[in-house]
């Protein structure tokens, strides 16, 4: 008979209380723009949550009904950024305003295939500045065991401190 081990996910919760914290880093300017959707359609919300997302286990938004999406694109505390190279999506990030002084980094991810090329950082960087051009006193991030290896590293590198750190079972 076989015993079965419990999987673990560690999760961290990270924080920056000052723009001066953010430790700058560009994205390589070689065909790459970054642009705030200015149109709230959820399907592409959905759509970049998945592209990105499915490589991460990224699965608390997969059973959503479309009233459910578009509740959430539409909210007024919701702003979305996407990363093009020559026009294809890259990456995005969206940022969710959680009160009037914390501006959370909800989501932030590179498409599998532009992963490698040097460009988390940079992109990293533009969300950061993003959040505190919003009014944000305090920005948020959190991260957990089954993202990107290089995940926690690249957010304190680029200035984020650790608050807390949370283990459960997957």
């Given at each position: 008979m076989t015993?079965?081990?419990a999987q673990i996910t560690t999760i961290w919760y990270l924080a920056?209380?000052?723009p001066s914290e953010l430790i700058r880093k560009p994205l390589p300017d070689s065909g790459f723009e970054v642009r705030e959707c200015s149109e709230d359609?959820?399907?592409?919300?959905?759509?970049?949550y998945e592209f990105v997302g499915k490589h991460w286990e990224w699965t608390d938004k997969l059973t959503w009904t479309e009233q459910q999406w578009q509740d959430y694109?539409?909210?007024?505390n919701l702003r979305t950024w996407v990363l093009?190279?020559?026009?294809?999506?890259?990456?995005?990030f969206e940022l969710q305003k959680k009160s009037e002084d914390i501006?959370?980094?909800?989501?932030?991810?590179l498409a599998k295939s532009f992963i490698g090329q040097g460009l988390g950082s940079g992109f990293l960087c533009k969300a950061i500045e993003e959040a505190w051009s919003w009014g944000a006193k305090k920005v948020q991030v959190n991260t957990c065991s089954l993202d990107h290896p290089s995940a926690l590293d690249?957010?304190?590198a680029r200035g984020f401190k650790l608050e807390n750190t949370v283990e459960k079972p997957a």
């Open positions: 015993e079965k081990t920056m209380t000052s359609l959820f399907e592409y919300n959905r759509f970049l694109v539409e909210s007024a093009y190279k020559s026009g294809s999506p890259a990456g995005y501006v959370e980094l909800a989501y932030f991810g690249n957010y304190k």
